[in-house]
């Protein structure tokens, strides 16, 4: 049975980049010419308070809103905040949370955390490599874009690879995984 939608819970604390990792994705999935939805919780999020968001992709998307157990994916930016996030993945979906201390060890800053995470999942997603390169010019000014696009393709590198170790020192920068996900034509 063909994947028709994807479902992403992100979460951490306030000045993480959770909202700007959302976005990418979000402005990656519509470029790649995807139905997309999107919502966001951010209470105290300026003091550090918990924040979410919740990214929703495919054919027919009509609603922003995940429930408990309706995540294909969870990607956690705080440890703290992973035990209260884990209820929105499915029993089947991915749970992205042992990535967090190997995309720490990546960056030399803790702001591109989020960025680094994004390169993560986008080696689970469909979406093309061109529709990613829109999504960084939309979403980053100038000045930090291309720091930015190279810790991602860095980390799906990693991720990759880790996912197939067989492909070991391959470049996966241009090189697109074939998914079985229709796409809104």
Request: aromatic share 10%.
């Amino acid at each position: 049975m063909k994947k028709t939608q994807y479902n992403v819970t992100f979460g951490g604390i306030g000045g993480q980049g959770i909202i700007t990792a959302s976005e990418l994705l979000g402005w990656a999935a519509l470029y790649d010419r995807y139905s997309v939805k999107k919502s966001e919780v951010h209470g105290m999020s300026q003091r550090g308070g918990s924040v979410e968001s919740h990214v929703r992709f495919g054919k027919g998307v009509f609603s922003p809103l995940l429930g408990a157990g309706q995540a294909d994916f969870l990607l956690c930016f705080h440890e703290d905040e992973h035990a209260r996030l884990a209820l929105f993945l499915k029993d089947d979906g991915v749970d992205l949370f042992e990535w967090l201390d190997k995309a720490q060890a990546m960056i030399d800053n803790p702001k591109m955390l989020n960025t680094a995470l994004m390169g993560v999942l986008a080696a689970y997603l469909p979406i093309q490599q061109p529709s990613w390169d829109k999504a960084f010019e939309t979403v980053f000014p100038e000045k930090i874009r291309r720091h930015n696009q190279d810790i991602f393709n860095k980390a799906r590198q990693a991720a990759q690879t880790a996912m197939n170790p067989k492909k070991r020192g391959r470049d996966f920068k241009n090189e697109e995984m074939i998914y079985d996900l229709e796409r809104n034509d």
